[in-house]
């Protein structure tokens, strides 16, 4: 992974040191609310319904064990002693004193983390597939350009103060596991006709209030115009968008308006001005970044070894568990293992700091020293020998890490929302446990199969409601808490907006429409097909005439 130089180092550092006097400046009353907000938010830092919440950065995903027992020594020493998981690959914490944030932000500069640009007006975290790097099928890594476009956009004066905030995704494999569709910038690596490596530029997607896929805008651009062209892009935004509605101030607000067509003209016609300029990329600059994502010193290994097949036959709980937490490697020998973060009765998402400390004892034996943080919100280990899984499940089972429910119903995608957010609308975490419990039973768990399901507490969307299979979204009736079911919705290469399929629920009623959905997906299923194509080849209003059903 990325390694600090000197200069990294002092920008940190200086950015601590600036903050630690804004906040004092702040509590002796010399700096107004409204002076202090956006100097918090280009620092991470929210004001929630109980408490400040702090949103510390993990460039695309990436943690070594090091910082993640800071991150374990942060979450006793200043919170709850836990923290949170994010879908832009970034952990929050909920519960810190405002006084004590300045010590948190130089305590994460010890160990190279920061949490510059995790809010406000600016590009965010530049976020890609959680097995970068290690996928079967990866065309080429995209963490090194990952990090170029990090480096790139922090701090960027021209682009720290956008219409809106700003998310890019990168995927470098043939399947899209970085949700680049739903972004405002996505980036497909793609190979053309000659078989040069380039980009395909997608502008315009986006959840919130205003859900949209996003389109492409050039098919195929060449590595080393990357810099030149997503400068062109947030100079037409930055240009053209608009301030005066935040609810229309997003990139793709601005698409839909322009047209794609006469958008990607205006980036074409600005990029007449910086193609080939200072900001091209070299073959040395791309080496000098690729090369702090080498391959780790891998053993020469059969794959599937008798051993491993012996603990799967003898082993069911274990054979269940590596059919659905592990994921293919590309080095033979070796496989990646999930460690689940949805335990029934556990907030998705939530770790505690003891689990912390543990996932980075697991990763120092196991997985070079290093994890990953996925959108889905689960721990990756990325590079584990198959003849040390049954280890990795024994450990990962006594620590609540191996709960075998990858890519199922109750692997859901949650935000934090009412017990927490000032913004959402309803609380999230009781409906996703109530869910969870309802389908609590592994055996049909495993009939239902594969099986997005995403909740949001407000329009914001941070759980990416709708582009789960099956999302639901916290609305607010006459101060009540109500929820709106989604049907249809996808990430990936087939990237969808769900559909809502008749009024909301309440909360105790959640669950029970959960179970109709479920029914009529078994009835109606042909032989091998997964829950989404089900729903797509006969519609929601069967699921609709079910659901709305007298409620039993």
């Given at each position: ?259 794609v067509e006469a958008f990607a ?58 059919a659905r937490n592990t994921h ?186 959960f179970e109709k959905i479920m ?34």
């Amino acid at each position: 992974m990325y390694k600090y130089d000197e200069v990294d180092h002092r920008l940190v550092r200086e950015r601590v040191a600036q903050f630690r006097d804004q906040t004092r400046r702040f509590l002796a009353g010399e700096l107004s609310e409204d002076e202090f907000r956006p100097l918090r938010l280009m620092n991470g830092l929210y004001v929630q319904r109980h408490a400040p919440m702090l949103r510390v950065a993990i460039p695309y995903g990436h943690l070594n064990s090091t910082q993640l027992r800071k991150l374990a020594h942060i979450a006793r020493t200043y919170d709850k002693d836990y923290g949170h998981f994010t879908t832009r690959q970034n952990m929050q914490f909920n519960w810190p004193a405002l006084e004590t944030v300045p010590d948190i932000l130089a305590e994460l500069a010890e160990v190279e983390m920061h949490a510059i640009q995790t809010s406000g007006n600016c590009v965010r975290n530049t976020t890609t597939d959680a097995f970068a790097g290690v996928a079967a099928d990866e065309l080429i890594d995209p963490r090194p350009y990952c990090e170029i476009i990090r480096q790139w956009s922090t701090l960027h004066p021209e682009f720290a103060y956008l219409p809106r905030k700003f998310k890019i995704a990168v995927s470098g494999s043939l399947e899209d596991r970085a949700a680049t569709w739903v972004h405002d910038i996505g980036l497909h690596v793609v190979r053309s006709e000659t078989g040069e490596i380039g980009f395909r530029v997608i502008v315009g997607g986006g959840l919130g209030r205003t859900p949209m896929v996003g389109k492409v805008v050039r098919e195929f651009l060449p590595t080393r115009h990357l810099l030149t062209y997503l400068d062109a892009v947030l100079r037409v935004y930055n240009r053209f968008g608009r301030r005066d509605n935040k609810y229309k101030a997003r990139i793709k607000i601005l698409v839909q308006a322009m047209t794609v067509e006469a958008f990607a003209a205006k980036v074409e016609d600005e990029w007449l001005h910086l193609q080939d300029g200072p900001a091209t990329l070299s073959d040395a600059d791309v080496a000098y970044y690729a090369a702090f994502f080498t391959d780790p010193s891998y053993e020469t290994l059969a794959a599937n070894p008798a051993e491993l097949q012996a603990q799967q036959a003898s082993e069911p709980a274990f054979a269940r568990w590596l059919a659905r937490n592990t994921h293919a490697h590309k080095q033979p020998g070796y496989r990646s293992v999930v460690l689940s973060l949805k335990k029934t009765g556990v907030p998705p998402g939530d770790i505690t700091a003891a689990q912390m400390d543990v996932a980075a004892d697991l990763a120092d034996r196991y997985s070079f020293g290093e994890l990953r943080v996925a959108h889905e919100q689960n721990l990756i280990l990325a590079d584990v020998k198959e003849s040390d899984l049954y280890q990795v499940w024994l450990q990962a089972k006594a620590h609540g890490f191996a709960t075998p429910n990858i890519g199922l119903l109750t692997d859901i995608v949650c935000c934090p929302g009412g017990d927490f957010c000032a913004l959402a609308n309803a609380r999230s975490i009781p409906v996703a446990e109530a869910i969870q419990r309802r389908f609590d039973d592994l055996d049909y768990l495993f009939d239902l199969g594969d099986i997005d399901c995403n909740f949001s507490g407000c329009m914001n969307a941070c759980g990416h409601h709708h582009i789960g299979n099956i999302g639901i979204l916290g609305v607010d009736k006459n101060g009540e808490e109500w929820y709106q079911i989604t049907l249809g919705g996808s990430q990936g290469n087939d990237s969808a907006i769900g559909k809502v399929i008749g009024p909301s629920f309440a909360q105790a009623d959640v669950p029970l429409a959960f179970e109709k959905i479920m029914q009529l997906y078994l009835e109606q299923r042909l032989a091998g097909e997964r829950f989404i194509e089900t729903v797509r080849r006969i519609g929601l209003v069967p699921f609709k005439e079910r659901v709305y059903a007298k409620l039993d």
